[in-house]
């Protein structure tokens, strides 16, 4: 197993090392009243909701160029066709492959499993993980307004939380053939964005706004309404580091009292 | 526009555009359609860096100075 250097117990996180916790306390109810508004946030620009199998097939994570961008592979699961989702969309193109996707929003919240990182530690670094996405597909245009968008609802719902935010462009690449060429071309287009917050001396990312372009549509053969390639984005939330972050940021009473209610 | 700028969109014209019916000046956005690929920016970065001198490194890869021809002429060969 990955080696952890040091675990890192927190406010109702038990960490058992390698990126696995035990949320207790006011952490499971502060998750699912940061998930509610996301989810209302979601709602209120037309998505539709969608609940996928946290078992993804392997011939969906190919097919989005998933070992290409990211060679070490998925968390695999022996014997059998599928792997443990790294993130919640891939099974959204999938859904829709070979449609035509006009405005499209979806919704979609499940667990997600990634090794990649070398330090697991506490709510924030974790090889199992509850990831909420929004999911845009549509005409070019529409995408590049929403994804404006989108940076400042994010921005707006973490201000409503006094949670103290910065949004920048992110460097790592997040799709297509890894390697120097995609991982700057994708950072000179700025098709990724972060809103990141300080968590325990630690600046992680809340949450990133990703344009794909037309790397999914193309992938899945999603036409938008004019019959050209659609473009596709989404925007993928961390639930247990804003949980964490509202705890870091804001102190325990503070966030008790968020997690009884709807933010 | 000065001997670098001319340089980039002779190299640019000549060495990553060849053959695609499409041609740049100084001023052209160079990543609004598709015109440069992931390929030919290494090519670019690579053209630049042989022309400076030194690496370019990463962290100032960005639109602001990658925007056209003159803009990188501008930041890392002027």
């Not at chain 1, 946290?54 to 060679?71: D, K, M, N, S, T």
């Not at chain 1, 973490?158 to 949004?167: F, H, N, Q, T």
């Not at chain 1, 700025?190 to 917050?197: D, Q, V």
């Not at chain 2, 001319?6 to 019916?21: S, T």
Request: hydrophobic content about 40%.
């Amino acid at each position: 197993m990955t080696e952890t250097p040091q675990r890192r117990d927190g406010p109702g996180i038990r960490d058992h090392g390698d990126g696995r916790v035990t949320l207790g306390g006011i952490m499971p109810a502060l998750c699912r009243a940061v998930d509610r508004r996301l989810r209302v946030a979601a709602s209120r620009e037309g998505a539709r909701e969608l609940r996928c199998p946290a078992l993804i097939e392997r011939a969906v994570l190919h097919r989005a160029g998933y070992f290409e961008a990211f060679p070490h592979g998925p968390t695999e699961i022996r014997d059998c066709e599928y792997s443990l989702q790294p993130a919640a969309c891939y099974q959204c193109y999938a859904e829709l492959a070979g449609t035509c996707v006009d405005r499209t929003v979806l919704t979609v919240c499940g667990r997600c499993y990634r090794r990649s990182e070398d330090t697991f530690a506490g709510a924030t670094r974790l090889w199992e993980f509850t990831m909420r996405e929004v999911v845009l597909l549509g005409a070019a245009d529409w995408i590049r307004a929403e994804r404006a968008a989108w940076i400042d609802r994010v921005s707006d719902i973490a201000r409503e939380i006094d949670l103290e935010v910065s949004v920048s462009v992110a460097t790592d690449p997040f799709f297509g053939p890894s390697g120097r060429g995609r991982r700057v071309l994708q950072q000179l287009k700025e098709l990724k964005h972060e809103i990141r917050a300080v968590i325990d001396g630690e600046d992680v990312a809340l949450a990133s706004v990703n344009l794909h372009e037309t790397f999914f549509a193309n992938r899945f053969d999603l036409q938008d309404a004019a019959g050209e390639r659609a473009h596709t984005a989404c925007v993928a939330f961390g639930l247990e580091r804003w949980a964490a972050a509202i705890v870091a940021q804001r102190g325990e009473a503070a966030a008790a009292a968020l997690a009884g209610r709807d933010l | 526009m000065s001997r670098h700028v001319d340089a980039l969109i002779e190299f640019v014209n000549r060495d990553l555009l060849e053959g695609r019916g499409r041609a740049v000046d100084g001023e052209t956005p160079l990543f609004e359609d598709g015109l440069i690929d992931s390929l030919n920016i290494l090519r670019l970065i690579a053209f630049v860096e042989t022309r400076r001198g030194r690496d370019v490194p990463d962290r100032e890869i960005v639109m602001s100075r990658f925007r056209n021809l003159k803009t990188i002429a501008e930041s890392f060969l002027e």
